[in-house]
């Protein structure tokens, strides 16, 4: 008897890391880092939002019409590139990542991505681009929505002050005309705005490791940070 070829096992995935966390807390710096000491692709999962915020902004889409939200979050093609050294954001071929980076456009964000179509149409793309594993994710709902299988999760914090202060630093050196008091009641207005919602809401995964960034530095997270990551099975 000839035995019928058996179809091939499914290859198993690389890793997952999930990194949340509200507004400033580290999440995109340590998450470049991680992903760099691991060989691993970083996805920044807000930098999607943001750029379907900039959509809607751009056609002048009601924010309240649920669903041209959602067909324009199916529509747009959103890149990720590397020129110069510097990575950019595409939104239809043409580099945004500076405008999508603005407090007009960070308060816009927050409304967009409480629409359900939107978030369906993000996590649906995310998914497929960390299918094979082997990335390191950030965002609000990575750990309990989009990879809640991920290998190792965490979950950063920071006092809101300390929060507000980076924040400010970073468009500061921009040159955005900022002021401190300002950005600070932002980041909180913008942290209750993705806490409250009534869809995948910014929260803590129960098996997250959380981790406080206010008084350290970076450093010394990523040590401890790749630390957990390879005391964690099967991931190098
Ligand atoms: O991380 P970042 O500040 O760029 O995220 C911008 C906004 O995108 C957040 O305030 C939040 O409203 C939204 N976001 C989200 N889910 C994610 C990532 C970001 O709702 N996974």
Same mark, same amino acid.
């Given at each position: 008897?000839?035995?019928?070829?058996?179809?091939?096992?499914?290859?198993?995935?690389?890793?997952?890391?999930?990194?949340?966390?509200?507004?400033?807390?580290?999440?995109?710096?340590?998450?470049?880092?991680?992903?760099?000491?691991?060989?691993?692709?970083?996805?920044?999962?807000?930098?999607?939002?943001?750029?379907?915020?900039?959509?809607?902004?751009?056609?002048?889409?009601?924010?309240?019409?649920?669903?041209?939200?959602?067909?324009?979050?199916?529509?747009?093609?959103?890149?990720?590139?590397?020129?110069?050294?510097?990575?950019?954001?595409?939104?239809?071929?043409?580099?945004?990542?500076?405008?999508?980076?603005?407090?007009?456009?960070?308060?816009?964000?927050?409304?967009?991505?409480?629409?359900?179509?939107?978030?369906?149409?993000?996590?649906?793309?995310?998914?497929?681009?960390?299918?094979?594993?082997?990335?390191?994710?950030? *965002?609000?709902?990575?750990?309990?929505?989009?990879?809640?299988?991920?290998?190792?999760?965490?979950?950063?914090?920071?006092?809101?002050?300390?929060?507000?202060?980076?924040?400010?630093?970073?468009?500061?050196?921009?040159?955005?005309?900022?002021?401190?008091?300002?950005?600070?009641?932002?980041?909180?207005?913008?942290?209750?705005?993705?806490?409250?919602?009534?869809?995948?809401?910014?929260?803590?995964?129960?098996?997250?490791?959380?981790?406080?960034?206010?008084?350290?530095?970076?450093?010394?997270?990523?040590?401890?940070?790749?630390?957990?990551?390879?005391?964690?099975? *099967?991931?190098?």
């Amino acid at each position: 008897m000839i035995a019928s070829p058996q179809p091939p096992a499914p290859s198993p995935r690389l890793p997952i890391i999930a990194i949340d966390g509200p507004s400033g807390v580290g999440k995109s710096t340590l998450s470049k880092l991680l992903a760099s000491e691991l060989g691993y692709i970083n996805l920044d999962t807000g930098a999607m939002y943001r750029t379907v915020a900039l959509a809607a902004e751009r056609h002048g889409i009601d924010l309240d019409d649920a669903a041209a939200l959602g067909r324009l979050a199916n529509a747009v093609v959103i890149d990720f590139a590397r020129k110069a050294g510097s990575e950019q954001v595409l939104l239809d071929g043409a580099d945004v990542s500076a405008a999508i980076r603005t407090p007009e456009i960070s308060l816009l964000t927050s409304k967009v991505s409480a629409c359900p179509a939107v978030r369906e149409a993000m996590v649906r793309r995310q998914r497929e681009l960390g299918a094979r594993g082997g990335f390191v994710l950030e *965002g609000r709902d990575i750990g309990t929505v989009v990879f809640p299988d991920a290998e190792v999760k965490f979950f950063l914090v920071a006092s809101a002050e300390e929060r507000g202060r980076r924040r400010f630093l970073e468009l500061q050196a921009k040159g955005v005309g900022v002021d401190l008091a300002k950005t600070v009641a932002e980041v909180e207005a913008r942290d209750a705005a993705d806490s409250g919602r009534a869809h995948s809401p910014l929260r803590r995964a129960d098996d997250a490791v959380t981790i406080d960034t206010t008084a350290r530095g970076i450093d010394q997270i990523l040590a401890e940070m790749l630390t957990i990551v390879r005391s964690r099975q *099967g991931v190098s």
